[in-house]
């Protein structure tokens, strides 16, 4: 057992917590397998909310194979912005037809 994984058969499950901006313009993480390894995973441009990534082989090892490894995006959507931090980002948002 850990935290961070859940295991399906062979395939192991994480969440992954990205911010609103890196699912937007997607990022690369470092993010962690069962094995104490750390792996790079890319994010997506405009990756949305529960989304799941497959990274094939990298699940659970048995005599067979390998499981997979599903990587869910958690973004996280900020509730606490400033009144500047907000007004900036909805003129951003009205100027570039998003809003």
């Known amino acids: 057992d850990h ?4 295991r399906k058969g062979d395939d192991i499950h994480l969440t992954e917590p990205v911010s609103v901006f890196e699912a937007l313009f997607g990022t690369e993480r470092r ?11 890319t994010i997506p441009e405009g ?8 990274l094939r082989g990298q699940g659970v090892k048995t005599e067979d ?3 997979d490894l599903y990587v869910e995006v958690d973004v996280d959507i900020p509730t606490d912005l400033s009144e500047n931090q907000r007004r900036t980002l909805r003129n951003a948002a009205e100027k570039t037809g998003l809003l």
């Not at 990756?47 to 497959?54: N, S």
């Open 3 to 6: 935290p961070r994984f859940d």
């Open 31 to 41: 993010i962690p397998t069962p094995y104490g390894q750390r792996i790079k995973v």
């Open 65 to 67: 194979g390998q499981g």
């Open 47 to 54: 990756t949305q909310p529960g989304e799941k990534l497959r």
